[in-house]
């Protein structure tokens, strides 16, 4: 298994691959985020700071507990600037007998250049 990122994929790649998130382990396996354009600009999306742990008091159990919630900050899309060859594939598959779908992209100076 291991780490990926995720692309959401709002560029026509074909069959199996537009409008749906993608994986890759070829960008910074950190569990980043990005979106891939219309247009084939590659966007990283950052959600840093849009959600902060509070300390509530539990009317039932005599203690207290610490809960994750959004806290109205708005994340942060930032285009990119990375050249290389990325393998993405689906990120849920469900068709059994069909073989698993791949594709390489070339992304140059953050833009889509080609699709293999």
């Not at 291991?2 to 790649?13: A, E, Q, R, T």
């Not at 354009?37 to 990283?44: A, D, I, K, N, T």
Request: proline share 5%.
């Amino acid at each position: 298994m291991g780490m990926f990122d995720s692309i959401h994929c709002s560029y026509d790649l074909g069959p199996s691959f537009h409008n749906r998130s993608l994986q890759t382990k070829d960008l910074h396996n950190q569990m980043m985020e990005y979106w891939l354009s219309p247009s084939g600009q590659l966007y990283e999306l950052d959600f840093a700071g849009t959600q902060s742990w509070v300390l509530q008091k539990d009317d039932i159990f005599p203690y207290e507990k610490l809960t994750w919630e959004k806290n109205g900050c708005h994340g942060k899309v930032r285009a990119t600037n990375l050249t290389r060859e990325i393998e993405v594939y689906p990120a849920k598959w469900n068709a059994h007998y069909a073989p698993f779908p791949r594709k390489t992209i070339t992304i140059v100076e953050g833009k889509l250049l080609y699709v293999h």
